[in-house]
């Protein structure tokens, strides 16, 4: 079985039935409330966890689709959870939720490939609708964040690069529509918007980005939009 075709048989799993979401975060009321509003919203909640170990080993245990991840957690601090977890598996969602808006806990979330984060200021409905645009992949920020993350990638993009790099195979060769998805994920739209522009299903631009995901060795959406403007993707 290819690589594509796995991905393909746990995207078709995870799409099948209710989102499966995980809550991770040390107040047990505040843990409890989110566990129970997003079940009443439709969402399947898993599992839950109160300190980052336990968060490791109950999110391998259960595979949930998404995970509603607070950053300051005992025993293990949220961004290792999440570093840890999405190296594990690379379909696994991250959304952040945090009472934290500083700009150095947004970006290292985000590097550590949380797919978006939200200010726990948010309103029960904006966290429900950012979890299932989570679920699909849609990068899901707290007004003013998106902008933030995609500076910092373009700063890093700009740096000379090093040594190393110089050395690096060459990327495989893009189809031409993969190419255009990509362009378009690094001006920031969601799957649904490329959709839209592209005039194909929302199933169809996910399936280009797994397989671009592929190809070019990367493990998430984040990793993605920085390849695209270190080309210059995102102005083209």
């Known amino acids: 079985m290819s690589e594509e075709q796995a991905a393909a048989q746990v995207e078709e799993r995870r799409t099948a039935g209710p989102i499966r979401v995980m809550v991770v975060d040390d107040h047990p009321m505040w843990r409890d409330a989110v566990a129970r509003d997003l079940a009443e919203a439709?969402?399947?909640?898993?599992?839950?966890?109160g300190d980052g170990e336990q968060a490791v080993r109950r999110a391998k245990a259960v595979g949930p689709d998404v995970l509603v991840l607070d950053l300051n957690l005992p025993a293990k601090p949220g961004?290792?959870?999440?570093?840890?977890?999405?190296?594990?598996?690379?379909?696994?969602?991250?959304?952040?939720?945090?009472?934290?808006?500083?700009?150095?806990?947004?970006?290292?979330?985000?590097?550590?490939?949380?797919?978006?984060?939200l200010l726990?200021?948010?309103?029960?409905?904006?966290?429900i609708d950012a979890v299932r645009r989570t679920a699909v992949g849609?990068?899901?920020?707290?007004?003013?964040?998106?902008?933030?993350?995609?500076?910092?990638?373009?700063?890093?993009?700009?740096e000379p690069a090093t040594a190393a790099g110089a050395?690096?195979?060459k990327a495989p060769q893009l189809t031409e529509r993969e190419t255009e998805v990509l362009r378009l994920?690094?001006?920031?739209?969601?799957?649904?918007?490329?959709?839209?522009?592209?005039?194909?299903?929302?199933?169809?631009v996910q399936n280009h980005v797994q397989n671009t995901l592929g190809k070019l060795q990367l493990h998430n959406r984040v990793e993605l939009v920085r390849y695209a403007i270190e080309r210059g993707l995102d102005d083209a």
């Open 79 to 117: 961004v290792q959870v999440c570093k840890e977890l999405v190296g594990a598996d690379p379909q696994l969602r991250v959304l952040v939720l945090s009472a934290s808006g500083e700009h150095a806990d947004v970006l290292e979330a985000v590097k550590s490939g949380a797919t978006g984060y």
């Open 185 to 204: 994920v690094a001006k920031g739209l969601s799957y649904k918007q490329i959709a839209e522009r592209l005039v194909i299903s929302h199933r169809t």
């Open 138 to 158: 849609d990068p899901v920020f707290t007004p003013g964040l998106a902008g933030l993350v995609l500076g910092e990638y373009r700063r890093l993009a700009s």
């Open 120 to 127: 726990k200021s948010a309103s029960t409905a904006e966290l």
């Open 167 to 169: 050395d690096e195979p």
């Open 42 to 49: 439709g969402l399947d909640v898993v599992a839950t966890a």
